[in-house]
């Protein structure tokens, strides 16, 4: 592919850098997918990244996360020259476009932290130069991006800021990234030409909006999945309360009925992002979000609900509960949140002992085999729906919340 370096400044003027990314912070989830497709589709891509171990790591070839179709490119790219690792900040000098994958964390209260961009980039200030575009990719409180491009130009460069948030379901990033279209918020013509000039490397499909109207859209699409599962959660309770099956009445509000089609199962609402970016946008709305706040109180609330209707079927005194699969979702090795925890920590209180097993999870050392788990547990509890799960053959009691393994209420 031929690089391409977009006008800036005056119409005579062109910046020449021997490097088209850096993407800061690019050893995570958001970050090096994102490093990987631009550098399969032929562009120059740093990663920098203070956690060291990480940068040996993807250095070394090997993700250090599981991310489906991913680590044979890096691997390709690595060998092929077009992708570098770094922990030294003075890479972001030589890219014409830094992405910046640094979000805005909560803190144990939920509230936001709006200055944790703004804390990177002035790590990077020393090497920042005129003629870059910034892009923040993460998810942002409202106002960030404004504050990053009044730092920015408080620090006298001549620098374009965007934000452009990921949209990506971990563990499909590499196909998302491609098919999905890209929100591009842009104060002015030029930073929204340069932003898609960038993406449509990338997806052939990008839609402008102002900074606030992208960060905002970032929040309402996470705050909207939350709700949902809040909804089919809340569903579930009311359903299984009177000894139903939630699952059933669900296919069949579903069948060949487009207009509830989008009604999830029930299950664990958790992950990084789902219930931080709700109550950003509390904080934001001076915590006047009260579907939000109802929609934690759901599904934060639905391991202390399993626990209480295994009290009403099984002695927990006597008994030792297994939990099959401590990721927050299907099928990844990600344990962020997982609301699998809140149920063990819940249960080590009611139950006479707790065993976990988890196929993708690498990072518990206290997770042990499946047929373990199954051999020593009284009663078992499906944690995360991993397809190992649906055919498992147990003559023991499995509560399945989430409907994976057919027909029944759940507990």
């Not at 005579?12 to 994102?34: K, N, S, Y």
């Not at 013509?189 to 052939?204: H, I, M, V």
């Not at 789902?274 to 904080?283: F, G, Y």
Request: hydrophobic residues 45%.
């Amino acid at each position: 592919m031929t690089r391409r370096h977009l006008p800036f400044g005056a119409p005579d003027r062109q910046t020449a850098f021997p490097v088209d990314i850096v993407v800061v912070g690019g050893c995570g989830h958001v970050g090096l997918p994102l490093a990987i497709a631009f550098a399969e589709r032929g562009l120059t891509v740093h990663i920098y990244d203070v956690n060291e171990a990480a940068v040996a790591r993807v250095a070394a070839g090997e993700l250090p996360f599981h991310e489906d179709n991913a680590e044979e490119s890096l691997r390709r790219v690595l060998a092929d020259g077009r992708l570098l690792v770094s922990a030294d900040a003075s890479s972001v000098a030589g890219a014409e476009n830094l992405v910046v994958v640094i979000g805005t964390p909560v803190d144990e209260h939920l509230n936001p932290d709006p200055l944790a961009v703004r804390t990177a980039i002035l790590d990077c200030a020393p090497y920042l130069t005129d003629g870059q575009l910034l892009v923040l990719r993460s998810t942002v409180y409202p106002g960030v991006t404004a504050s990053i491009e009044e730092l920015v130009a408080g620090l006298g460069h001549e620098i374009d800021v965007v934000f452009c948030p990921e949209r990506i379901a971990q563990g499909q990033a590499m196909r998302e990234l491609v098919e999905l279209p890209q929100i591009v918020g842009a104060r002015t013509p030029r930073a929204a030409e340069r932003a898609e000039a960038l993406f449509r490397t990338l997806t052939a499909s990008v839609v402008h909006l102002t900074p606030e109207e992208a960060e905002l859209a970032k929040l309402f699409t996470n705050a909207w999945r939350y709700i949902k599962f809040a909804t089919a959660n809340q569903f579930y309770v009311m359903a299984n309360d009177f000894d139903l099956d939630f699952e059933r009445i669900r296919e069949a509000i579903r069948y060949e009925y487009p207009r509830a089609s989008d009604l999830p199962g029930a299950g664990f609402a958790a992950g990084p992002c789902l219930l931080k970016d709700t109550m950003q946008l509390a904080a934001f709305s001076n915590n006047g979000f009260v579907l939000g706040h109802s929609a934690m109180l759901i599904n934060e609330g639905l391991p202390l609900y399993v626990v209480s209707r295994m009290e009403r079927r099984f002695d927990l005194t006597s008994a030792t509960v297994g939990i099959l699969g401590m990721a927050f979702k299907a099928e990844i090795d990600d344990v962020r949140d997982s609301l699998a925890y809140k149920l063990r920590r819940i249960l080590r209180f009611r139950a006479r002992d707790v065993i976990c097993t988890d196929p993708r999870v690498t990072t518990d050392a206290s997770l042990l085999p499946l047929d373990e788990v199954v051999d020593r547990a009284d009663v078992l509890v499906i944690g995360a729906p991993h397809e190992a799960y649906r055919e498992l053959r147990t003559e023991k009691p499995v509560v399945d919340i989430w409907g994976l393994r057919g027909a029944g209420t759940a507990v």
